[in-house]
């Protein structure tokens, strides 16, 4: 894929998409207006993973959908380099997953393989092993059938995760589908997850980049505020009729993140890698920055500030992760810096 001034707006979005992120793990609107929030981050923050998945697919796969291409250096980089990072990543959140009692009870092993497979070693990190895992799913599935069939295919297991998310209570009423799900929950807390959320995004993603004739600009943003609109009107539905086991996958997601991620793309802008590792950086950091902030608010006193308010306690959890985001990409460019020294 072309680098340098095509993906600027993606690149600033990335932050956006992390902010979202953090937003999702500290309701910032709760004492506001628990209505907003919902829509929030129950709604509109849920571009914020989808839009990850796509960027892998856009930048990864393409060169497997087109020809035979066999050269499984990039797949096999790609996994290494989430590997090492969610490897990274669950050393840091090891100490509070364990005070916090992740591990306790039940069959131990049986926990630690769902979660490293499935559900995260921490509660935000669920999405690495996605990734991975959908990732092998879209692979595998082009190198077996056209590129059509894996559309569908992704789209299949998509809808079978939606009924296990937010359509979970409509499946509810069909005793042998209960069953069904109930059964995979024993395996997996959610069906968002590399199995069935990841890969439509993922293919998504992929086939962006391989259109041949870009969809017109103002397409796109019609087609976004509509999406938008029917998400809105969607999360609704399944908010007042209780439908909903989980909140991550809606069916107009797919449509809003198509003509979001198209916009993005046309948009332009010099290309940053300082901004794609702050957002990494920001994902990765902001939970420890939840519970350093609920333990600096109670150790001075001014939980009901920076707790209770969840408007602050948002705004100081950003301003921790950023500025710790901004530290360790300093840190990191000044190590390459030397090394090449």
């Not at 600027?8 to 709760?30: S, W």
């Not at 979001?260 to 332009?268: E, M, S, V």
């Not at 109670?298 to 705004?315: E, Q």
Request: proline share 3%.
């Amino acid at each position: 894929m072309s680098t340098g001034k095509e993906y600027g707006v993606i690149d600033r979005f990335r932050v956006a998409a992390a902010i979202l992120i953090v937003g999702i793990h500290t309701y910032p609107l709760m004492s506001v207006s628990e209505v907003a929030n919902f829509y929030l981050i129950h709604v509109f923050g849920r571009v914020a993973v989808p839009f990850f998945l796509m960027v892998t697919g856009y930048f990864l796969l393409p060169r497997y959908f087109r020809g035979n291409n066999s050269d499984a250096q990039p797949l096999l980089k790609f996994i290494k380099k989430t590997g090492l990072v969610y490897v990274l990543a669950t050393l840091l959140y090891l100490p509070i997953s364990i005070y916090a009692g992740h591990y306790d009870g039940g069959n131990l092993l049986a926990t630690i393989a769902r979660n490293i497979v499935f559900d995260g070693t921490f509660y935000h990190l669920w999405y690495l092993p996605a990734s991975i895992i959908g990732v092998l799913i879209v692979y595998a599935l082009r190198r077996m059938f056209p590129q059509l069939a894996v559309i569908i295919i992704a789209c299949v297991l998509y809808i079978i995760g939606l009924f296990g998310d937010n359509y979970y209570y409509l499946a509810y009423e069909v005793s042998v589908i209960r069953q069904g799900y109930d059964l995979g929950f024993r395996v997996f807390s959610y069906t968002r997850n590399g199995l069935f959320y990841a890969p439509i995004f993922i293919v998504m993603g992929a086939s962006i980049a391989m259109l041949k004739t870009r969809v017109k600009t103002w397409v796109c943003v019609v087609g976004l505020v509509v999406s938008l609109f029917l998400m809105m009107i969607e999360g609704y539905v399944l908010r007042h009729f209780a439908l909903s086991r989980h909140s991550s996958m809606y069916i107009a997601l797919l449509p809003c993140m198509f003509f979001l991620f198209n916009t993005l793309r046309d948009a332009g802008g010099m290309s940053s890698a300082v901004l794609r590792n702050i957002s990494m950086w920001i994902f990765i950091l902001h939970p420890l920055f939840i519970v350093v902030v609920r333990g600096l608010a109670r150790g001075v006193g001014l939980t009901g500030l920076l707790v209770d308010n969840s408007v602050m306690h948002f705004l100081a959890v950003c301003m921790l992760t950023v500025v710790a985001s901004g530290v360790c990409v300093y840190i990191q460019y000044r190590y390459k810096g030397r090394a090449k020294v």
